[in-house]
């Protein structure tokens, strides 16, 4: 399927928010997914995941979410790069990344060929706790959460855990985890799932047992081909059975 690809401007009350958009050539009105970055900023390979939801017959739209701070942020995967993309990730606010990701909704929702029954979501690293918290938004319908760092004990600038707005989640949610990731230990997995089971959302857990962290990223050290194909699928069947 051809796709266009453009770079957008999301306004969200005074802040002007960059975004890169991928929708089908194609004039027929078609669902929406929201795909939030790794804490390296709206790079290449989140404007190749973008591009691959477009592919499959979706409008994909990524969101800068550290506009607030670093306007045109992007970054490789150095050990520089992560420290700063760090430093960038604890300074964000809870409230302000609901208001930018409700603010895209609401962007993808003026543009003529979006369904405007709900749209769905993907977020990796950073991005999987934010999708997590911002699946409590109503027009979330879909969301997969790619190696969430933090959902059990941390909540950017609340003195409250991710984990503990899994009740007011609205829609489907997939996690997906490495079982060789040290920066989710598998117990926290764990209090992840019970939590989604306690709240009764409709959910599915993903463990990979020979994936680290990042292991969707084919640009990282850490890309597992194997698992990261089956996450796809996964991902595609979530969107396509929700949207």
């Known amino acids: 399927m051809n796709i266009i690809t453009s770079n957008v401007i999301i306004p969200n009350k005074d802040l002007q928010i960059q975004g890169f958009l991928a929708q089908p050539d194609t004039k027929e009105i078609l669902p929406a997914v929201i795909v939030i970055q790794e804490i390296f900023g709206v790079n290449d390979h989140i404007?190749?995941?973008?591009c691959r939801i477009a592919k499959e017959g979706y409008i994909a739209i990524a969101p800068a979410i550290y506009q607030r701070q670093a306007p045109n942020f992007t970054a490789g995967y150095t050990p520089e790069a992560i420290e700063i993309g760090k430093k960038y990730k604890d300074n964000t606010k809870a409230e302000e990344l609901l208001s930018d990701i409700q603010a895209t909704v609401d962007y993808l929702y003026q543009l003529p060929q979006v369904k405007k029954t709900g749209v769905g979501s993907i977020g990796f690293c950073f991005g999987g706790l934010v999708v997590y918290l911002t699946a409590t938004l109503p027009d979330i319908k879909a969301t997969a959460s790619f190696y969430?760092?933090?959902?059990?004990?941390?909540?950017?600038?609340?003195?409250?855990?991710?984990?503990?707005?899994?009740?007011d989640i609205k829609g489907k949610i997939y996690c997906f985890y490495g079982e060789k990731d040290p920066s989710i230990p598998l117990e926290q997995v764990a209090q992840i799932e019970t939590q989604l089971q306690k709240d009764n959302i409709s959910h599915q857990i993903f463990r990979y047992s020979n994936?680290?962290?990042?292991?969707?990223?084919?640009?990282?050290?850490?890309?597992?081909?194997?698992?990261?194909q089956d996450a796809w699928e996964k991902v595609l069947e979530l969107f396509k059975t929700s949207l």
């Open 211 to 228: 994936a680290d962290h990042g292991f969707f990223c084919d640009a990282r050290a850490s890309y597992h081909q194997e698992s990261a």
């Open 47 to 50: 404007k190749d995941v973008t």
């Open 148 to 167: 969430g760092a933090g959902i059990a004990n941390w909540c950017p600038n609340e003195n409250f855990a991710t984990i503990d707005k899994t009740k």
